[in-house]
């Protein structure tokens, strides 16, 4: 029986548990901006440059 590869475009990642290596790391960067803190901690000036993902 021939085993069927999964290519990365047959993944619907809408419905998977984990996501993309692209989109882990920029969640990463963002978690790190973060930096546990409450979401009421975080100044308006902040958010910007905290939800700025694939900075290219």
């Known amino acids: 029986m021939k085993d069927k590869k999964e290519f990365i475009s047959e993944i619907?990642?809408?419905k998977s548990s984990k996501g993309?290596?692209?989109?882990?790391?920029e969640c990463k960067k963002i978690n790190d901006r973060i930096n546990k803190r409450n979401l009421?901690?975080?100044?308006?000036?902040?958010?910007?440059?905290?939800l700025k993902v694939f900075d290219f």
């Open 12 to 14: 619907d990642y809408n």
């Open 20 to 25: 993309c290596s692209p989109c882990l790391s």
């Open 40 to 50: 009421s901690d975080i100044k308006d000036k902040e958010v910007p440059h905290i």
